[in-house]
């Protein structure tokens, strides 16, 4: 069984319609963050699909409704990066639905008894205990209960997971991550809070410093960025892990960017990667951007900066890395 299980990790849809209709078990959410709450959602899907022997699915969208709806500023996650953490949990199959104008338009029941019932064969539902659908968010738990119950289906609603005296949600680990509370994200996340991207050639400035930096080009626009300021980080990049210090800002003291850059100084580290993929995961913010009143004194604060880092990230002392 497990290792069947294994083998339909990979089964990526784009549609319900591509479903194969397949008995199932079927968790319903955004997903966006795949935070802890999330994950206990997740666990209940698989533990309840193989005791049932029943096809596990997440069902989610390509594009997070709320992006939409609600006017959100940033995603935690990438459907890269979803696909990624769902395979990981060993479920079957993961859809991701376009959520279209027709799809936003879509009555709360049509979607239970359309989407979940007719296409996805849905005997079980798992969903969230604030969890809403349909059109405008019109859909509760309750209301889907009742469908199914009336379709032989059922429903189970998991309890939100608690975390620092709170409800766990992707909006508080949002608002964590814009004030540079990355221990709170991480928390809440149970992992910490990471961003991905190509290193591309920067302006050089940092090298002449004596702190080269990897400047990091974020291909997702709409990827949350933690607020600007200092920060102690892991990198990995090329399978290894390198401590650093990651800057996010427009650099005021040198050469105000037009835009927020994202670089990273790596400790210990002079090897040439420009093209390659990296993965910034953060640890801690240090302190706010500055504008400093001379280039001598930002190299100062950069060394406090890196002696923190090192602290904090526990790595010792040695030679300065560098991406030249």
């Known amino acids: 069984m497990a290792a069947e299980s294994v083998q339909r990790v990979s089964s990526i849809y784009l549609s319900s319609s591509e479903f194969p209709g397949i008995a199932s078990v079927v968790a319903v959410g955004a997903f966006d963050g795949f935070h802890v709450g999330h994950q206990r959602i997740v666990r ?91 059109k405008g968010r019109a859909g509760d738990a309750e209301m889907m209960s009742r469908i199914l119950d009336n379709a032989g289906r059922r429903l189970i609603i998991v309890a939100p997971v608690m975390v620092d005296g709170e409800p766990c949600s992707s909006s508080i680990i949002r608002t964590s991550i814009a004030e540079g509370d990355m221990e709170r994200a991480a928390r809440l996340l149970g992992r910490s809070y990471s961003i991905e991207g190509v290193i591309v050639t920067g302006n050089q400035i940092g ?15 709409v990827k949350l960025l933690p607020g600007n300021g200092v920060y102690a980080v892991r990198a990995v ?7 650093g210090v990651c800057n ?33 995961q953060f640890a801690a913010r240090l302190r ?23 602290v904090i990230l526990g790595s010792v002392g040695g030679r300065q890395g560098m991406t030249k």
């Open 237 to 243: 990049v090329d399978g290894a892990i390198v401590n």
């Open 44 to 134: 209940e899907l698989v533990d309840c699909g193989h005791k049932a022997s029943l096809a596990t699915v997440i069902y989610t969208f390509r594009r997070n409704p709320k992006l939409t709806t609600r006017g959100i500023q940033g995603l935690l996650t990438t459907n890269s990066e979803r696909v990624e953490f769902a395979e990981k949990t060993g479920v079957d199959s993961i859809v991701l639905e376009d959520f279209s104008a027709r799809f936003q338009g879509l009555p709360a029941e049509v979607f239970v008894s359309e989407i979940l019932i007719s296409r996805l064969n849905a005997c079980v539902v798992v969903v969230g205990q604030d969890f809403h659908f349909g």
């Open 288 to 310: 706010g951007e500055v504008h400093f009143a001379s280039p001598a004194a930002l190299v100062k604060q950069i060394s406090r900066d890196v002696l923190r880092a090192r």
């Open 207 to 221: 090298g002449r410093l004596g702190f080269p930096t990897a400047n990091v080009e974020v291909p997702d626009p």
């Open 248 to 280: 996010i800002g427009v650099r005021p003291t040198i050469v105000a960017a037009s835009r927020r850059v994202v670089e990273v100084h790596l400790l210990d580290f002079d090897r040439q990667v420009y093209g390659h993929l990296v993965s910034v």
